[in-house]
């Protein structure tokens, strides 16, 4: 399974951004059911959580820094989701990298994630 994540790119503080994460492969089946969180990496600092999405869309968790502001969704049809971004903020800063879970809720844990795409980078100036 490969996740390929776009929509990156550099945005003045209060501007907005969509992220997409697209998955395939010949094994895309075996996490069509799963369900898939998006990351971030700021320069010097570990990889933290930032939304998850449940496979039918049902359980949705953010992290409490971008609660409403940034908002996950996924077309399954399409086997892709999404991140919109809005409100950002110079903090956002990070290599942002999508993830498929392991199971079909989902975690705010890397550990509970098998696959991960190669990040798309998310420059907010100030």
């Known amino acids: 399974v490969q996740l390929q994540a776009s929509g990156g790119g550099l945005v003045q503080a209060g501007g907005s951004l969509r992220l997409s994460c697209a998955a395939s492969g010949r094994s895309v089946r075996t996490i069509s059911n799963n369900a898939m969180g998006w990351f971030r990496q700021a320069p010097g600092k570990e990889r933290e959580f930032v939304a998850s999405?449940?496979?039918?869309?049902?359980?949705?968790s953010y992290a409490d820094s971008v609660k409403g502001r940034l908002t996950i969704s996924r077309d399954n049809a399409k086997n892709t989701v999404y991140l919109n971004m809005s409100g950002l903020e110079t903090e956002d800063t990070a290599v942002y990298y999508c993830?498929?879970?392991?199971?079909?809720?989902?975690?705010?844990?890397?550990?509970?994630?098998?696959?991960w795409g190669q990040g798309t980078q998310v420059t907010v100036s100030s």
């Open positions: 993830a498929a879970a392991r199971d079909s809720v989902g975690s705010t844990d890397p550990s509970g994630y098998d696959y």
């Open positions: 999405i449940s496979w039918r869309g049902t359980y949705i």
